[in-house]
C-alpha cells in the first residue's frame, strides 16, 4: 500500500507525523546535577501555550543562534549538536537535532514530560567540563510514541534529485523515496526547500499527472490500528487545472488504490463553484467515511495565498476528523461518523 502521496506543486514540511501516543519514556537523572558536566547554561520558559491543559511527552522545538542566547558559542556545543543538553531540574531530556547550522540558526526538538503553559521552565547546557563526555541525542526516545516522522532535512539539488531517501526520525524504519505513481522507479522531481520549520520538499514537476509522491518504505509492516493522527504541512504554489477537475492533490494515503473503498486518503479539495479553488481539505475513511473540512471561506483567501498550511486527519475506529488553517488563522475543524 502507498504510504505517503505527495503531489505536485505543493511544498511538504519537515513533519508528517503518525502519532500513537500510548508509550512513555524513561527519564536519567544526574546525580551530580548537569552542573556537574557542563559550565555554560541558560534557562527559559515557554510562553507561547496558552492551553489549559498539560501535554504529556510533548516534542518542543528549540530554535538556537549565537545571537539569541547569551553567552552560547557554537564552538562549545560539540561538531553537530552532541555536547548539549536540556533538563528539567536534573532530569536529562531526550532531543532530536533537526537541523544544526553554525553560521546561523539550528532547529532542536526536546521531549518535555510535561509541558503546563507558561510554568515550564527548561535549562540548555554546553561546554563540557575537562574529562567529561557528551551524552548525545536520542532522537529516537523523542519520537517513540509515533510511528513516523520526517524532517525532510537531507538536502538536495536538482542534480542529484532522485538519489535520497527522506528518513524517519522514529528510528522504525519508515523511510520515504521518491517514486512516480504506479510504479517503484525513483523520480528526480523533488528537492530541498525552505519549509515553515527547517527543510522541506518541493515537486518540481510542472505537468498535472499522477505521481510523484513519497512512498514509505516497509510500509507493509507501519500497523496503525483503530485509532491514529496523521498531520502536516503544506504549501500550494498554483490552484488546480480547471480543465481538467479530475486531478486530485493528494496529502497522504494508505489504499491499494486512489478510488479503492479500502484504506484512508487526505486530500485539498477546491470550492467548485469558484474557479476550482482551493481552500479545502477533505478526508475519506474505509466504509464510505467522508468529512471536508472548508479552512478558507469562499470569496476569502485560498491555499496559493495564504501559504504554508497545516492539516491533520484523526481515525478513532468509527469517526474521521480533519482539520487545517494557516499559522495565523483559528483552524477549521470538521469530524463524521461511520
Request: charged letters at 20%; hydrophobic letters at 35%; one cysteine or more.
Amino acid at each position: 500500500m502507498k504510504q505517503c502521496n505527495v503531489v505536485r506543486n505543493l511544498a511538504v514540511l519537515l513533519l508528517f507525523a503518525f502519532s500513537a501516543l500510548t508509550l512513555r519514556a524513561e527519564t536519567l537523572t544526574l546525580s551530580g546535577g548537569p552542573a556537574s558536566l557542563f559550565t555554560d547554561s541558560v534557562e527559559f520558559a515557554v510562553t507561547n501555550y496558552s492551553g489549559t491543559t498539560s501535554l504529556s511527552n510533548f516534542p518542543l522545538l528549540v530554535r538556537i543562534s549565537e545571537s539569541s542566547m547569551p553567552g552560547f558559542k557554537y564552538e562549545r556545543a560539540g561538531i553537530n549538536g552532541e555536547a548539549i543538553a536540556f533538563t528539567i531540574g536534573n532530569d536529562m531530556l531526550d532531543y532530536d537535532v533537526d537541523t544544526w547550522d553554525v553560521t546561523g540558526e539550528s532547529l532542536v526538538w526536546v521531549k518535555i514530560p510535561e509541558l503546563k503553559g507558561t510554568a515550564t521552565k527548561i535549562t540548555m547546557w554546553w561546554h563540557l567540563r575537562d574529562g567529561q563526555e557528551a551524552t548525545g541525542s536520542n532522537k529516537e526516545g523523542v519520537w517513540e510514541d509515533y510511528y513516523g516522522v520526517w524532517h525532510f532535512n537531507e538536502e538536495i539539488s536538482a542534480s542529484a534529485a532522485g538519489t535520497t531517501r527522506s528518513s524517519d526520525a522514529t528510528g522504525n524504519g519508515y523511510d520515504a523515496s521518491p517514486k512516480n505513481y504506479g510504479t517503484a522507479t525513483w523520480i528526480n522531481e523533488m528537492i530541498s526547500a525552505d519549509g515553515i520549520v527547517g527543510r522541506s520538499r518541493q515537486i518540481t514537476r510542472t505537468k498535472l499527472s499522477r505521481g510523484p509522491r513519497l512512498e514509505i518504505e516497509n510500509s507493509a509492516n507501519l500497523q496503525l490500528g483503530s485509532s491514529f493522527t496523521m498531520s502536516g504541512w503544506f504549501k500550494e504554489n498554483t490552484n488546480r487545472d480547471v480543465s481538467n477537475n479530475r486531478n486530485t492533490k493528494i496529502l497522504a494515503t494508505r489504499k491499494t488504490a486512489v478510488n479503492a473503498p479500502n484504506g484512508w486518503h487526505l486530500e485539498i479539495y477546491p470550492t467548485i463553484t469558484v474557479n476550482q479553488q482551493d481552500r479545502s481539505i477533505t478526508g475519506q475513511g474505509a466504509g464510505g467515511i467522508l468529512v471536508r473540512a472548508t479552512v478558507f471561506p469562499a470569496g476569502g483567501d485560498t491555499f496559493v495565498q495564504r501559504g504554508w498550511t497545516y492539516f491533520s486527519g484523526s481515525y478513532g475506529g468509527t469517526t474521521l476528523a480533519v482539520a487545517g488553517g494557516s499559522s495565523t488563522d483559528a483552524y477549521a475543524r470538521t469530524s463524521s461518523s461511520a
